[in-house]
């Protein structure tokens, strides 16, 4: 096809403002929602903010942190994996300036925070059976 040029890739920045732009499209009435339901929107507010915010942050704002993403030592990428691998769908996950922490996407004013990778995950599995005994509780009492 002549003349015909395809559209550029969207950088992470452009991909990250139409993402959080789609979440504030949708229309919700909190008052109707159930507090997990609201408590898994928050959730999903925030993941967005985030991704938003490290797509636009210059890098100079962030040049003292330690990249989540990126830990310095092999044996430190190889915890957060597993711990990614484990617990990814129910836990925001992170290693900054040597300190492991973990936030529930259910309810990210809760943070988990550990010197090293096993301490978190036992903090984790704690948190998760405590907050899988509670929500049996309440779904089993009248």
């Known amino acids: 096809m002549s003349g015909s040029t395809l559209p550029e890739p969207m950088s992470a920045a452009q991909?990250?403002?139409v993402r959080a732009c789609a979440l504030l499209a949708e229309r919700y009435e909190p008052?109707?929602?159930t507090p997990g339901d609201l408590r898994t929107l928050l959730g999903r507010y925030q993941r967005r903010l985030h991704?938003?915010?490290e797509a636009v942050l210059p890098a100079a704002a962030t040049a003292g942190d330690t990249d989540p993403e990126r830990p310095s030592s092999p044996?430190?990428?190889?915890a957060l994996a597993h711990l990614h691998a484990t617990w990814q769908d129910s836990y925001y996950l992170m290693l900054a300036d040597g300190i492991w922490s973990a936030s529930p996407h259910a309810d990210r004013t809760?943070?988990?925070t550990a010197r090293r990778p096993w301490?978190?995950?036992?903090?984790?599995q704690d948190?998760?059976?405590?907050?899988?005994t509670r929500s049996r509780a309440e779904r089993s009492s009248p």
């Open 15 to 17: 991909l990250a403002a």
């Open 51 to 53: 991704d938003l915010a």
């Open 110 to 112: 809760v943070i988990l």
């Open 75 to 78: 044996e430190n990428a190889s």
């Open 119 to 124: 301490e978190l995950r036992t903090k984790i």
């Open 31 to 33: 008052l109707t929602m």
């Open 127 to 132: 948190h998760y059976s405590e907050a899988m």
